[in-house]
């Protein structure tokens, strides 16, 4: 083997140069979309990864890296960005011109020299345009921005991958915090193939339980722009904003706005800016209720003031007021005392006359004065004899006179 003919590896990359530059030798248009972008902000070189996807989502067909020189970007960015009302971003599918610069040692670059912006803003851009306009003519695209959106939300249903890192920087600044805000993961797809019907699907499970929340947090974390596809369907977007509690996304990119962003009733840029929104809603409501605590107690203690003074004068009447019916009364009481007590003298003399005359009545018709008048008591057998019928001649009989009694025995019995 030593002995066939070979030639050495940058001998090989050499005739693949020339071979290149022989086939392309005016450049080529070519149709692509932008998976990232980058300006270098000290050479002023624009960097692209330019990918065409293949059928299974997030496995590129083809890829490759392009450039676009400082003394050219500056005038390719201004032409697209005038014509087509925006910039170049990741996401964009673009019509371009490249030549084929092939180094030895660096590889293959696609040095881009023009732009059609004529050219669609990419499948992506104009889904999403697509998507809007479809949302604007069924009259929903502003339904969840309408809906109250909580002064204080402690209940946070969360749709997100139970693996992504925003995720947990989400749940690490709320553990962080002093307040309870309680959040229930509705794991989902969120990026990549299925990702669409399994964030729809979380979001009827939270639906089904609406009472229990006070609001969603939509969250992805990072990745590539070309990874937002999913928040810009027709679908998953008429879900969002048709949803009958608030969502904020927090689907974690930096430049781009989703069709999710905007029918959302609010978007922030990560996860963990949602999760300093909540902190923040709960430090406001907060700072409002001890407000409200100090405006409460400064208007009772100037109430209670008010009513103390009040009631201060009020005492002072009710003991003025007070003293004088003590005084009308204690006048009228020793008026009765004197009544009672001269009514009271005159029914004693009254009753003393009454008994004097009882007691001359008495005296008047007593046995003894009687007696002493010379008349006597007969008895007979212990009992007083009122009928001299009742008695026959030789019954015994005892005579009670005034002073002394006589025994006898009756002779004789007479009628009257």
């Not at 022989?22 to 960097?47: D, M």
């Not at 910039?87 to 019509?95: I, K």
């Amino acid at each position: 083997m030593t002995g066939e003919k070979h030639i050495s590896l940058s001998e090989l990359l050499s005739q693949v140069k020339h071979s290149l530059a022989e086939q392309f030798p005016l450049g080529v248009w070519i149709c692509a979309e932008i998976g990232e972008i980058k300006t270098n902000r000290y050479s002023g070189h624009c960097y692209l990864e330019l990918i065409e996807k293949g059928e299974k989502e997030g496995a590129p067909k083809a890829k490759a890296s392009a450039a676009i020189w400082r003394n050219q970007w500056s005038a390719i960015e201004s032409y697209f960005r005038s014509a087509t009302g925006t910039s170049l971003e990741a996401g964009m599918r673009v019509l371009i011109k490249v030549s084929l610069s092939f180094h030895e040692a660096y590889g293959l670059t696609l040095v881009v020299s023009d732009i059609d912006p004529t050219y669609t803003l990419g499948e992506s851009e104009q889904r999403k345009r697509e998507t809007i306009a479809a949302l604007e003519a069924d009259g929903v695209i502003g339904l969840n921005k309408q809906l109250p959106f909580p002064a204080v939300a402690q209940r946070i249903a969360v749709v997100s991958s139970a693996t992504a890192a925003g995720l947990q920087d989400f749940r690490r600044h709320l553990l962080e915090s002093p307040f309870d805000i309680r959040t229930e993961l509705f794991e989902a797809i969120v990026q990549g193939s299925g990702a669409e019907d399994s964030i729809i699907a979380a979001l009827e499970q939270i639906a089904q339980r609406e009472e229990e929340f006070d609001l969603v947090a939509l969250l992805r974390g990072g990745g590539s722009q070309s990874d937002l596809e999913c928040f810009n369907s027709y679908a998953l977007s008429s879900h969002i904003a048709q949803f009958p509690l608030p969502v904020v996304t927090g689907i974690g990119h930096d430049k781009d706005t989703s069709v999710a962003d905007l029918v959302a009733a609010r978007s922030l840029k990560t996860p963990t800016a949602v999760a300093d929104m909540l902190v923040a809603m709960a430090e406001e409501f907060m700072g409002e209720a001890e407000s409200c605590y100090q405006r409460i107690a400064t208007l009772a203690e100037q109430t209670l003031l008010g009513q103390s003074s009040t009631l201060t004068l009020h005492a002072a009447k009710l003991i003025g007021a007070t003293s004088g019916h003590f005084s009308a009364a204690s006048l009228a009481l020793q008026r009765a005392e004197l009544q009672l007590r001269h009514s009271s003298m005159a029914a004693i003399e009254r009753c003393r006359h009454s008994i004097g005359l009882a007691e001359s009545a008495v005296a008047a018709s007593s046995p003894e004065r009687i007696l002493a008048m010379g008349f006597a008591v007969v008895r007979s057998g212990g009992k007083a004899v009122v009928d001299a019928a009742t008695l026959a001649e030789g019954d015994p009989i005892e005579i009670t006179f005034a002073k002394g009694t006589a025994e006898a025995v009756v002779k004789q019995n007479k009628e009257r």
